[in-house]
């Protein structure tokens, strides 16, 4: 036996005159010196490298002979002597640290040149939000960039000399509204890369290069729900309450986490592949001061309590009236906001509106009653609207406190009122929201194995076709770029040290 099967052993051929590739990798090199250089590449090839089914039954592929090639060194270059591990406790140090930086360069976060700009998605006071695709793995990803120059450079004092002096004095003018400027530049950053929720945007990676820093989000296809009210104008009481919900989930976490959203609005949330909502943009979000430690050594906040923050800031017509007045305000003012986009939703406009903030808080001030409720809502809907929608705050639903049913009966019957005063009744007991699960919803199993009322037309991701043409048209290069303030920049960029940050390989292969 032993004899005939050396005799047939010697009897194979390879059809062409191929030559057998052996995983050996010292039979590959003497073989591929046989063979001209003119033909190395064509003969290898043709080795066919067919899958081979594995157990399971999903196709695997031979690994290439390509990656056992001899290494042809091009005419005319240099030869650099890589260290080896030696006998010597000297090579073998030098080694280590080689394998090491190479180690640590490879799980460096992200830049800007690993990506491919696609479009437009939206549009800030601070830069743009571009669709880009990685270049190497060609995953989507939505980045939003903001300009160092105008975080920095106030926009009363854009008109400034390059020389040294007034450069100086430009970064120390005015260093508290600086300080303000950049907590909200970091703020995103660091709120988004501590939460996960189904309804909070996730981030992935942050970096910075000499004028810009970069964010790369998740991207939701399906756009804003400012574009769909666009299509739609005013959505139905079931379409409405359901959103309401998933906003109060996200609202709810971040409230728990010590985090004032204050800026909720159309253009902030949007809809996945599944039509469900997912809050965005958190430059505007404050975060509590036990909570605002990790911002980084050189960007220590001195940081408020979220029960009393002062600064007037948001989007007016969605803004608390206690914002508006520069009165303290908490996390309540959440909640305003919610009851503004509810309104916004059933009627197809803010509550209130006007030119500016002034306009809108006297609109408030005349009307004692609250906002004129159209009489085709339900009963329930002006409920809802009406408890929040409060002008002053202690009368507010304090939606946090009586979220949902406890053990604790007193003041759960819905409508029940507390001095006459404050609203006992449960959030999540309402009579609108019947149809919610709401179990379901803040697992998150809702947004995995359901669809949302309105689910968006995606035909090709790349297209954002649920992303108004107003962005998509337009080019993602910046036309004009503020060459006045690029010393400063230069000059401060330590001011933007810890940004960067790299999402864990585990968090990626969740969403990807």
Partial sequence: MI???????????????????????????????????????????????????????????RSSALEKFQVITPANSSKIKIPTIGTSPTSLEKSENLIESCIKRSSLSRDLYDFKPVRVLGKGAYGKVILVKDKSTHKLYAM??????????????????????NLDNILT???????????????????LSDLE??????????????????????YIPGGELFFHLKEHGTLQEDTVAFYTAEISCALKFLH?????????????????????????????????????????????AEGENITELYSIIGTPEYCAPEILQGLPYSQ???????????????????????????IILN???????????????????KDVLGALLKKESKKRWDVDQYWKETN??????????????????????????????????????????????IVPIITNWELAENFDSEFTSMSYEDSEEIIDGIEIVRKSDYLFKGFSYKASGSYLERYF
């Fill in 256 to 300: 728990s986490k010590g985090i004032v959203y204050r800026d909720l609005k159309p253009e902030n949330c949007l809809l996945n592949e599944r039509g469900h909502l997912v809050l965005t943009d958190f430059g505007l979000s404050k975060i509590a001061v036990e909570q605002n430690e990790d911002v980084g050594e050189d960007h220590e």
């Fill in 197 to 218: 929720h189904p309804n909070i945007v996730k981030l992935f990676y942050a970096f910075h290069d000499e004028s810009k820093l970069y964010l790369l989000l998740q």
């Fill in 408 to 453: 604790d009966k007193s003041g759960s019957k819905q409508g029940k009122k507390k001095n006459k005063k404050e609203r006992t009744s449960t959030f999540q007991s309402h009579f609108i929201f019947r149809k919610v699960d709401w179990k379901l919803m803040e697992s998150g199993e809702s947004q995995k194995k359901t669809l949302g009322p």
């Fill in 173 to 191: 003018k005015s260093d508290s509204d600086l300080s303000k400027r950049l907590e909200r530049t970091f703020a995103e950053k660091t709120i």
């Fill in 144 to 165: 939003k960039q903001l300009k160092k120059a105008e975080i920095i450079i106030d926009n009363s004092n854009k008109e400034v000399d390059s020389d040294d002096d």
């Fill in 3 to 61: 004899f005939s099967l050396d005799e047939e052993l010697q009897n194979l051929r390879l059809d062409d005159g191929s030559a057998i590739i052996d995983d050996d990798g010292d039979d590959d090199i003497s073989i591929s010196k046989t063979i001209d250089e003119g033909a190395t590449l064509r003969t290898h090839l043709s080795v066919d490298a067919k899958p081979i089914p594995s157990q399971k039954g999903v196709s695997r592929r």
């Fill in 332 to 358: 309540n003012c959440d909640w305003y906001s919610l009851g503004c986009l509810i309104y916004d939703m059933l009627i197809g406009k803010p509550p209130y509106t006007g030119v500016n903030h002034k």
């Fill in 363 to 381: 609109k408030i001030q005349k009307d004692k009653q609250g906002p004129k409720l159209p009489y085709y809502l339900s009963d329930g809907m």
